[in-house]
């Protein structure tokens, strides 16, 4: 049983080589010559290199089993548990081991490894020994990653005139369109012509861009103005005395435009209805002309600086529709999803997507992954950019690959996020004190643990561990935090609806006035005249003087057809047929007619027995 004894034996066994072929290479004698064997001799095997001192190495299981297999007994090679590594490195001796009992029942059930015909000891002892690398503390120094160097595709700012003098309504309709504004009144007067011809309720006129100015003027009034019912604000009672918006438009009337508000084309709606539960069918399809056009204007006029963020923005929302998600630990619990790309320094929503739901979600990476992929167009973007986010996106795999593409990024993570570092050597102590720094590096990523109340952990491949920098915590000052949050929410123009696409087009509204805020604030800044720009809350009431103004100073008069034609309310005879009004006034109301006239809006006979049409005009 003495070493020595082993050291010298393998000697006279080398000359004496064992069939291979007939026995598996896990029951081979240590000393055979063979090529298959795992070591060439016994001799290159120094059992006194392989007793060590070092607590994170094992090499007893190494030594025993040379010395069973020399023995000839039966010894199996089993990969060691956590649990066996951490008692006998704290034991330090090659007694036998002292597992935990959840070890021994680990154990039980692994499958032998006997060292393959290619290995050798070196290997062996390699498999079972793991350097990790230990976190280090606030008192270690790191190095910072080199910066990436910052090259956007356009001038970051403002991207637009600014030695102009741009009024707040100009500045609106940068985002509000008069060609988008014409397309949704076209879209508007359609949807109601459809809604008459079915019989609903409200007295319907054309609608032109002068009422339309007035309704959208009213709408951002009732973010200023708050009553608890829509009607109150045509109340003429105390306290609801308002002189605007009655002054301007009858309650029936904007309710009428309410009703009948439509984005998209109404032809359009009904042959994509008929694609649903199809690859065609397009979930934003009532929203498009005005979701479109807000992304194209909110990227076109404006560049972001360096700092850019993403993060998600819940539109609250309760309609009957599959797109609506739920968030039990959000303030606003129901709504729609919308993930949002925005210019740290001040705001401005530079590009967002609507979250149409998993099933849209085909990337192996996951929605955390895509969103943030889908929001950066680097060829539109730029290179050299710092990306903010939080612990719903940040992983690994996303800033190594944003790292490729010349773009930084940093944010707190999940510990349970894969490719985070599982070490535990030198780990934060359970009690740790509030400022207690952990770090360590991986693949040029820094990973730090900060004590704070509780453990935040943070990932970036931009920042050194320890920056010297300190920052200035929240402080109440008279029971309030003071904050710099863009205030959209304080004025929301937001209205009820159980339309999915009418809260759309409420909040696309204050995307606009936001952004064109932004914009009036950085172009404000810039002049030399010490002009002070306007507050939110300042931006929004002259926005809505501008529109009353414009709505009163427009000539357009409502598109009235000029003469009076026969029309079909369906697409043939047999649609949508109607109580002939010549008829009906005469006593006889089984007559029905599909033909109706255009300009008066009259059901009639047009058939070549019966002409109501021609004796209604000709007044008989």
């Known amino acids: 049983e003495e070493p020595c004894e082993v050291k010298e034996e393998p000697c006279e066994v080398k000359e004496e080589p064992f069939e291979v072929k007939e026995e598996p290479c896990g029951d081979t004698d240590i000393s055979g010559t063979e090529s298959e064997s795992p070591y060439e001799s016994a001799e290159e095997v120094s059992l006194q290199s392989l007793s060590t001192s070092d607590p994170g190495v094992v090499p007893s299981r190494v030594t025993r089993w040379l010395i069973k297999r020399k023995r000839g007994e039966t010894a199996e090679i089993f990969t060691p548990s956590s649990e066996q590594v951490k008692v006998e490195s704290q034991t330090g001796s090659d007694d036998e081991y002292l597992p935990s009992k959840r070890a021994r029942h680990q154990s039980t059930r692994r499958t032998p490894l006997a060292p393959s015909c290619t290995q050798s000891v070196s290997t062996l002892a390699a498999q079972e020994v793991t350097a990790v690398e230990p976190r280090k503390n606030f008192k270690e120094e790191d190095t910072p990653p080199d910066p990436h160097s910052f090259s956007p595709a356009r001038q970051p700012g403002p991207v637009l005139d600014q030695t102009a003098s741009w009024t707040v309504l100009q500045l609106f309709q940068l985002f509000f369109s008069r060609a988008t504004v014409k397309t ?312 009820k609806t159980m339309k999915w696409y009418k809260t759309f087009f409420y909040h696309f509204m204050d995307i606009a006035i936001v952004n064109a805020h932004i914009l009036h604030k950085e172009i404000t800044e810039t002049k030399a005249d010490g002009t002070r720009p306007f507050t939110q809350k300042e931006f929004r009431e002259t926005l809505v003087a501008e529109m009353v103004a414009f709505a009163a100073d427009s000539e357009e008069q409502r598109e009235e057809p000029a003469t009076c034609m026969p029309m079909y309310y369906g697409e043939d005879a047999t649609a949508n047929r109607k109580h002939c009004r010549r008829c009906f006034n005469a006593g006889d109301k089984r007559v029905k007619t599909p033909i109706y006239c255009r300009k008066c809006k009259v059901p009639l006979c047009f058939t070549s027995k019966k002409n109501c049409f021609a004796a209604w005009h000709d007044g008989q």
């Open 184 to 495: 949704i009144i076209a879209n508007t007067n359609a949807n109601a012509e459809r809604r008459k011809l079915d019989g609903k309720k409200y007295k319907w006129t054309m609608l032109t861009l002068k009422e339309f100015y007035l309704f959208l003027a009213i709408i951002v009034y009732t973010g200023l103005v708050r009553a608890h019912k829509r009607h109150d604000y045509w109340k003429t009672g105390f306290p609801y005395n308002h002189p605007f918006p009655k002054n301007k438009m009858s309650r029936d009337r904007f309710e009428a435009i309410i009703w009948s508000l439509h984005l998209s084309n109404p032809k359009d709606d009904e042959e994509n209805e008929r694609q649903r539960n199809s690859p065609n069918f397009d979930r934003l399809f009532r929203i498009k002309p005005l979701y479109t056009e807000i992304v194209t204007a909110c990227k076109s006029f404006y560049h972001p600086r360096r700092n850019i963020s993403i993060d998600e923005r819940i539109v609250a929302s309760k309609a009957r529709i599959g797109m609506k998600q739920y968030h039990k630990d959000k303030p606003t619990k129901w709504g729609h999803k919308l993930f949002v790309l925005a210019d740290s320094s001040n705001g401005y929503m530079w590009n967002f997507f609507v979250y149409t739901g998993k099933s849209n979600t085909t990337s192996e990476h996951g929605l955390s992954y895509t969103s943030v992929m889908d929001l950066m167009p680097f060829s539109a973007l730029g290179s050299g950019y710092t990306l903010f986010v939080d612990n719903f996106y940040t992983s690994p795999a996303l800033f190594k690959d944003l790292t490729k593409k010349k773009t930084g990024a940093c944010g707190t993570i999940r510990k349970n996020r894969s490719g985070f570092p599982k070490t535990s050597v030198n780990d934060m102590p359970k009690n740790a004190a509030k400022g207690e720094v952990r770090w360590i590096t991986e693949d040029k990523l820094v990973f730090v643990k900060c004590m704070d109340k509780r453990e935040v952990t943070v990932c970036s491949s931009v920042h050194a561990a320890l920056s010297g920098k300190t920052v200035k915590r929240k402080v109440k000052q008279q029971g309030v935090r003071q904050t710099t949050q863009v205030p959209s929410s304080y004025y929301t123009v937001l209205h």
